[in-house]
């Protein structure tokens, strides 16, 4: 079973940053794309980010401007830098490989293998 490993989570309070880490076994990195997910409590998991192979990266609009997402080739590590960080950012955060879709005006991630434990993430106001 092939599952990732999230690292980075902790308590912060509203305005600040943390930056999550996600390491990956290099075959599966360096051919796929990246993605974060995250879910919050009593909402449904929903995609945040993603990056390419290239090094391409997109997100949804709640995190524009505030979260970086990028990749290491050199370390099979890939990361989310969250700045400014807000109280409904609150969530567990996983990463995920897969196929990123592009339809032009939109995006997605089809992700392969399963959901580690992923990383929890806690905003205080």
């Known amino acids: 079973q092939v599952q990732l490993v999230e690292s980075g989570g902790g308590l912060v309070q509203a305005g600040g940053s943390l930056r999550l880490s996600c390491a990956a076994p290099?075959?599966?990195?360096?051919?796929?794309?990246m993605a974060w997910y995250r879910q919050a409590p009593g909402k449904q998991r929903e995609l945040v980010a993603a990056?390419?192979?290239?090094?391409?990266?997109n997100y949804i609009d709640s995190v524009k401007g505030r979260f970086t997402i990028s990749r290491d080739n050199a370390k099979n590590t890939v990361y989310l830098q969250m700045n400014s960080l807000k109280p409904e950012d609150t969530a567990v955060y996983y990463c995920?490989?897969?196929?990123?879709?592009?339809?032009?005006?939109?995006?997605?991630?089809?992700?392969?293998?399963?959901w580690g434990q992923g990383t929890q993430v806690t905003v205080s106001s």
């Open positions: 990056t390419t192979t290239d090094g391409i990266t």
């Open positions: 995920r490989a897969g196929t990123y879709l592009n339809y032009g005006s939109t995006w997605t991630m089809t992700p392969f293998g399963s």
């Open positions: 290099g075959s599966i990195f360096r051919r796929n794309a």
